[in-house]
Structure formats: C-alpha cells, structure tokens
C-alpha cells in the first residue's frame, strides 16, 4: 500500500513537473514569436521612413532641375533622380503589401527618372527645354512632395504606435472590400489611416486619377493616340468567312478543319481568330486588309537536320506566300530544334528596322512553327524618305578609330517613345569585342547609339 501510494505522489510529481515544463516552452515560444514579430516589423518601418526621403529627395532635385542651364548640372540632378526612384522602387518591392496593383505608382517612379534623364539628353543635344517640358517638371515635383508627405505622416503613426509586423501587414493589405468609400490623400496631423480611408497605399494608387499626362520620347511616356499611316486608308474589312479562307491558305489545312474562336483585339488591331487540328494551330488575321498578323503551331519536332541557310530560305518562301517580300535576315537565333529568324522591311536600299517580323522554322522537316507581325503592323509606313544633312564621310569621323568599318547601310531607327529617326549604321570590327555596330544620325550627326553583336551557337544576340 505504501509502495503504490509513493508511486502515486511520484507519478503525479512528473506530470505536473513536466506541465509546468510545457507551459514554460509555450511561454518561451509565444514570447520569441513576438519579439520575432517585432524585430521583423524594423525593417519594414525603415523601408517606409526610406520611400518617404527618397521622395522628398526626388523632390528636391526636380525644384532643382526647373532652375539648371547648363548640361553639366541636369546630368548630375537627372543622376540623382534615377538613383532616388531606383531606391523608392527597391523599398516597395520589399513591403508587405502583395494583394496591391501599385501600377501607377511604379510607373511614376520609372517615369520620373526617365523623364529628367530625357531632359538632361535633349540639354546634350542643344535642343530647348519647353514650356511643356517645365510643366511636366513641376507637375512630377509636386506628386513627389505629396506622396511623402503622405508616407511621413503614415510612418510617424507606425513608429508612435509601434505596430509589430502582422499588425503592419494587415494595414497595408488591400481595404477596397472593407470600405467603399472613395480613398483620400492624408488629411490633418494626427489623423489614423483609418480614418483616412484605409490603407495607405491604396490613397496613393487612387491620387493618381487626377495626374495629367506626361509625354516626352520615352519608354513610360503617356501614349499619344497615333493616328493609322496612310497605307491603311484603302483596305476594307474582311468578312468571317474572307478571313477564315486567308487563315486555311496558311495553316495548309482544310477549310472544314478551321475553327472559328471569336474576335480579339491585338496592339488595336481588331483580329479574327481561328484554330485548327484541335487547337495546335491557332492563328489571328487583322480585319482591316486581312493580313497575318500573328501564327503558332505546336507540333512535335524531331531530332535538327535542316541547316541555318535552308531554315532561312523556308522562311523567306512563307513571307513571300503571306505578302511581305522584300524582307532582309538581321538575326537569328536557335530554341531547341526551331530557328527563330528575324526579318526587317528593306526598302530603297534603306533598312526600317522599326518594321520587324519574327519566323520560327522547325529544323526536322521546315514546318512553320511561329510567325509575329506585331512591330512590323504597328509600326508600317507606306512612305519614308530617309534624309540627311550631314554625308556619309562626315558621320563617320564620330566612329571610333578603334573599330574597322567593315560595311555602312542606310537605316531608320526607332527610340522607346516610338519615333523614328534616320541614320548610317557603321558596321565595324573590334579586336576587343568583335562586332560594333555604330548609329550616327544622318540628319543630327549626333551618334544615337552603340549595340555590340555577338555570334554564337545558339545564333546572334544584340547588347
């Protein structure tokens, strides 16, 4: 009796003994999760402190950049600009705010530091800094004063509250399901993103609604609607049934094996698209004209027997097929078993590089695997006249005396903001970094720009 009692009292010992032991892990747990939550709530506090100095620095040096009249100076304020919008952007990729769309605010960031880049460029040209040009200046200034404003006052209430990071996270996450009421900028000193309107960033997103247009010759310029080049004035809509015909003649198949799939719209092209043996082969054709305007066709390919030069002639046969002779090889490159070959519009003994067309040949059999027209239909011009104000002997004496000019074409060049220029394009040799190609501007005499050409197995890459 004694022996089982003393078992007793001992059982219980480690029962409670290790409860106790329990509770003190759970406690530990617990309390290194908070201390865990907190330490990771720094470095988020850091990166909304970081976006709001970033901003006011952009800020500071686009008020600075309205005042600058000498190239030297924009160089260095534009400078500034892109490495404060390159930190503003690093910042927000690092906040937890993953179910927010920030397109516009993204956008704002590329398109400021390449706007002033743009500005400090045109300075170099010994081009004028416009009306408009101030205008914009002033306008991105403004946004930027605003948004840090905006992140200040948000950032001193996560600091006086020390928010640990969940709490942190759910502030940020989207509020458009939990409030219906249209978001607001940041109103009075003291004021709680609550009753702002909800999340932060969601204001910011919202404020750009009002932001009016910035256009210069850029990549993330406002687009000015373009109005259709003359060579489509004349060419009428074709019917289903037009287009159906076009895309059996070239897919090479049946007109009972053609599948009608609706109507898309491609770079504001109103297309028909259409599909065939069980949706393997999918084609778009432009409504206005009927042309090709885009082909896949995914077929099984086999083991590579036919060479570069046949790829090239299988290619040029389909071109001529579909209308669009009169198209030079620039580059090519392999994927697997399939050969895509770039072609560039050559007219007058003028390249247009801007009117581009990719091909992909499967090299078992020479199938057409792949045909894109989409910068060569955007960008087609029934007439160019490619002029000059400097010769080509004066052009070259901007070309390195490091590089031997092996060839020179006449080209038209397109810049990210979609205009066009014309220019001498050196080819030439580097002992160095083997093919240069130079671009001097025939009318300018400005040297645009500099690609190196690098040919390898896998086929021909631009830098």
């Excluded at 901003?55 to 600058?68: H, M, N, R, V």
């Excluded at 950032?155 to 219906?180: F, G």
């Excluded at 960033?201 to 010759?217: K, L, M, Q, V």
């Amino acid at each position: 009796m004694y022996i089982k009692k003393r078992w007793l009292i001992t059982s219980i010992s480690f029962v409670v003994g290790g409860l106790l032991v329990l509770m003190g892990f759970v406690i530990s747990f617990y309390c290194s999760g908070e201390n865990y939550k907190t330490t990771m709530s720094y470095p988020q506090k850091e990166n909304i402190i970081s976006l709001a100095e970033s901003l006011e620095q952009i800020d500071y040096s686009l008020k600075k950049g309205s005042y600058a009249t000498t190239p030297y100076q924009a160089v260095i304020l534009a400078a500034n600009v892109l490495l404060e919008t390159g930190s503003a952007k690093e910042d927000l990729q690092h906040l937890p705010i993953y179910d927010l769309a920030l397109e516009k605010t993204a956008k704002y960031l590329s398109q400021t530091g390449e706007f002033v880049f743009k500005l400090a460029e045109k300075g170099i040209r010994g081009e004028s800094i416009t009306e408009d040009d101030q205008n914009s200046l002033r306008q991105l200034s403004e946004k930027a004063t605003e948004l840090a404003s905006e992140l200040r006052n948000f950032s001193v209430e996560v600091s006086s509250e020390n928010y640990d990071y969940d709490t942190l996270a759910e502030m940020l996450k989207s509020q458009s399901d939990k409030n219906d009421a249209v978001p607001v900028m940041a109103g009075a000193a003291g004021e709680t993103s609550a009753e702002n309107g909800g999340n932060v960033f969601e204001r910011i997103e919202a404020s750009f609604e009002d932001f009016s247009p910035i256009y210069y010759d850029g990549r993330f310029s406002d687009v000015i609607e373009r109005k259709p080049d003359e060579f489509w004035n004349d060419k009428e809509i074709v019917t289903q049934d037009k287009a159906l015909d076009i895309a059996a003649y070239v897919m090479d198949v049946s007109l009972e094996s053609v599948k009608f799939d609706g109507e898309t719209v491609q770079d504001d092209f109103e297309c028909y698209r259409f599909s065939a043996q069980n949706g393997d082969k999918e084609i778009c054709i432009i409504k206005q004209g009927g042309y090709l305007y885009s082909y896949n066709n995914n077929i099984n390919i086999g083991d590579a027997v036919k060479s570069e030069d046949e790829a090239v002639a299988i290619a040029e046969k389909f071109l001529k097929k579909i209308g669009l002779d009169g198209m030079s090889v620039y580059g090519r490159v392999y994927n697997g078993n399939i050969m895509l070959l770039t072609f560039v519009s050559e007219k007058n003994g003028v390249l247009i590089y801007p009117e581009k067309i990719t091909v992909g040949v499967a090299l078992d059999k020479g199938e057409i695997v792949s045909f894109n027209g989409s910068d060569y239909w955007t960008n087609l011009k029934l007439n160019r006249t490619f002029t000059s104000s400097i010769s080509q002997d004066e052009a070259a004496k901007s070309v390195s005396p490091e590089l031997l000019v092996k060839n020179v074409n006449k080209v038209f060049m397109i810049s990210d903001g979609g205009n066009e220029y014309p220019c001498y394009e050196f080819v030439t040799e580097s002992e160095r970094d083997g093919q240069v190609r130079v671009y001097i501007n025939s009318e300018t005499g400005i040297e645009e720009t500099i690609i190196l050409v690098s040919e390898t197995d896998e086929g021909t890459f631009f830098y």
